[in-house]
C-alpha cells in the first residue's frame, strides 16, 4: 500500500497552500465580515484555471481526479482559508457540476461544461426544502411534464450559492407514487421563467459562501434538460452526488483541523504563564496531541474514499464514515485550539474562533452526524434501504 501522493499531487497541494497562504488566508476576517462571496477570489480562481478541476480537458476543465481535488480543498482548509468560499467554490466543483459530468448527455455537456470551466457560470445544487431535509425521498417540490417541457413548482431550501448561481441542479418529485423511484433532476438555468431567488439566509459561520432560499413558481424547464430518465433523480443522481459532496466538499473542514493545530501550537509556543511557556503542560500538549491524531485520520478517511471514487467503485459507506468522523472530529479540534488560546481565542483577530463556528455545518450538510450513523449502522447489519 502506498501513502504517498504523486508528484502531480504533491505540487498541486503546494501551489494552492501557496496561494492560500499568501493572498486568501489574509483576507478572511474581512471575509467573514462581509458576509458575502468573495468575487475577488472568484476572479483569482478563473485566472488559475480553477473552476473546472473535475471537468474533463474536452470540455474546457483541467480533467482531475476526486482526490486531485480533494488535496486541493484540503490545502486551502490547511493554509487558513475560510471554509465558507471553500465551500461555495466546492460546490461548484462538485455537487453543481459533477451531475452534468457524469450524468449528463453530450448536448448537455457541451453546452454547460465550458462556460462553468471557465467560471462564467456558476453553479449550485438544490435538493433540501423548507419542510424535508434528511428525509429528502419525501420533498415536496414538483416537475409537472406538459408536453416538451416541465412545470416545476416548489421551494429549496439552505442553497449554497443561490443568490451567485447562474445554473441550478434541481431535484423534484416527477411520480410522488414511485417514492424514491419517482424523483427527477434538471438544469435549470436562473434565466428560465419562473426561477427566482428567494430570501439570503444570515449565517453563524460559512459567511464567505451565500446561501438563500430558491423559488420555482411554474418554472418552465425543457425536457432537454432532465439528466438521465425520469425516475433517475434520487437513486442516482443523488446517491452518486452524495458520495462526491461527503468526499471533496469537506475536504475543506479537514484541512481547517490542520490549521487549528498550526495556530494552537504556535500559540502555546509563545504564551508563558507560571514562567513556562503553556506548551509544556501535559494538558495543553494532550490537547494538540488530540488535534493532531484526528487531522491525520480525517485526511487517511478522505483520500480513501476520494482514491475509491476515482477507482469507479461505490464508496457510499466510506465516505459516510469520513463525513461523520470529521463532522465531530473538526468541531473538537476548534474547541480545543480555542481554549489553548484562553481568552484570546475569543477574539476575532486571533482567528481560531471562526474555525469553531465554520466548524458547526460539517455535522449538518451533506447528512447529519445522526443520518450518517444511521447509514454506517445499516450497512454493518446489512439492513441499508433506497431512502437512508
Ligand atoms: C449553510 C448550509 C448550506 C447548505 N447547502 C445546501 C445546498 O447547497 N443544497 C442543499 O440541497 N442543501 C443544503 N443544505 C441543507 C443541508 O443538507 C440540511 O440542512 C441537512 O441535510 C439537514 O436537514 P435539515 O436541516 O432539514 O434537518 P432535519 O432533517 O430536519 O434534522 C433535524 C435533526 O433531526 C435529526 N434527524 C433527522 N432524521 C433523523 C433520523 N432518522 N434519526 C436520528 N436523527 C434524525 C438530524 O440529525 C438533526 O439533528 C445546507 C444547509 C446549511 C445549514
Not at 487531522?295 to 464514515?321: F, H, N, V
Not at 463556528?357 to 449538518?364: E, I, N, P, Q, T
Request: hydrophobic residues 40%; charged residues 20%.
Amino acid at each position: 500500500m502506498d501513502f504517498n501522493l504523486t508528484e502531480e499531487q504533491k505540487m498541486l497541494h503546494d501551489t494552492v497552500f501557496k496561494f492560500t497562504r499568501n493572498e486568501w488566508e489574509p483576507r478572511t476576517v474581512e471575509i467573514d465580515d462581509s458576509d458575502c462571496f468573495p468575487w475577488w477570489l472568484w476572479d483569482r480562481f478563473r485566472q488559475l484555471g480553477w473552476c473546472g478541476l473535475l471537468i474533463p480537458e474536452k470540455y474546457g476543465g483541467s480533467g482531475l481526479g476526486v482526490l486531485d481535488t480533494a488535496v486541493m480543498m484540503e490545502a486551502a482548509g490547511h493554509a487558513g482559508a475560510d471554509t465558507g468560499s471553500a465551500l461555495a467554490w466546492g460546490v461548484h466543483l462538485s455537487i453543481g457540476t459533477v451531475p452534468i459530468i457524469l450524468c449528463g448527455n453530450e448536448q448537455q455537456k457541451q453546452k454547460y461544461l465550458p462556460k462553468i470551466a471557465t467560471g462564467e457560470c456558476i453553479t449550485c445544487f438544490a435538493l433540501t426544502e423548507p419542510n424535508i431535509g434528511s428525509d429528502a425521498v419525501n420533498l415536496q417540490c414538483t416537475a409537472v411534464r406538459q408536453g416538451d417541457h416541465y412545470v416545476i413548482n416548489g421551494t429549496k431550501m439552505f442553497i449554497t450559492n443561490g443568490p451567485i448561481a447562474d445554473l441550478a441542479i434541481v431535484i423534484a418529485a416527477t411520480d410522488k407514487s414511485k417514492g424514491a423511484r419517482g424523483i427527477s433532476a434538471f438544469i435549470v438555468e436562473k434565466d428560465f421563467p419562473g426561477y427566482s431567488v428567494g430570501r439570503k439566509l444570515d449565517k453563524v459561520g460559512q459567511r464567505g459562501s451565500e446561501t438563500s432560499e430558491l423559488i420555482f413558481d411554474n418554472c418552465i424547464v425543457p425536457v432537454e434538460n432532465r439528466l438521465l430518465e425520469e425516475g433517475d433523480g434520487f437513486i442516482k443522481v443523488g446517491a452518486m452526488n452524495l458520495e462526491y459532496e461527503r468526499s471533496i466538499l469537506s475536504a475543506a473542514w479537514t484541512g481547517m483541523m490542520g490549521y487549528n493545530v498550526d495556530l494552537a501550537a504556535a500559540y502555546a509556543g509563545q504564551r508563558t504563564q507560571f514562567g513556562h511557556p503553556i506548551v509544556k503542560y501535559s494538558q495543553i500538549r494532550e490537547m494538540l496531541a488530540r488535534m493532531k491524531v484526528n487531522y491525520e485520520i480525517s485526511k487517511l478517511l478522505l483520500y480513501r474514499a476520494a482514491w475509491m471514487k476515482d477507482q469507479g467503485m461505490p464508496a457510499p459507506l466510506e465516505a459516510s464514515m469520513y463525513k461523520a468522523f470529521t463532522g465531530k472530529a473538526c468541531m473538537e479540534s476548534a474547541i480545543d485550539g480555542m481554549q489553548i488560546h484562553g481568552g484570546y481565542g475569543l477574539m476575532r483577530e486571533y482567528k481560531i474562533e471562526r474555525s469553531l463556528r465554520d466548524a458547526k455545518l460539517a455535522a449538518v450538510g451533506a447528512g447529519t452526524d445522526q443520518v450518517l450513523n444511521e447509514i454506517i449502522a445499516r450497512t454493518v447489519t446489512g439492513t441499508r434501504s433506497l431512502t437512508l
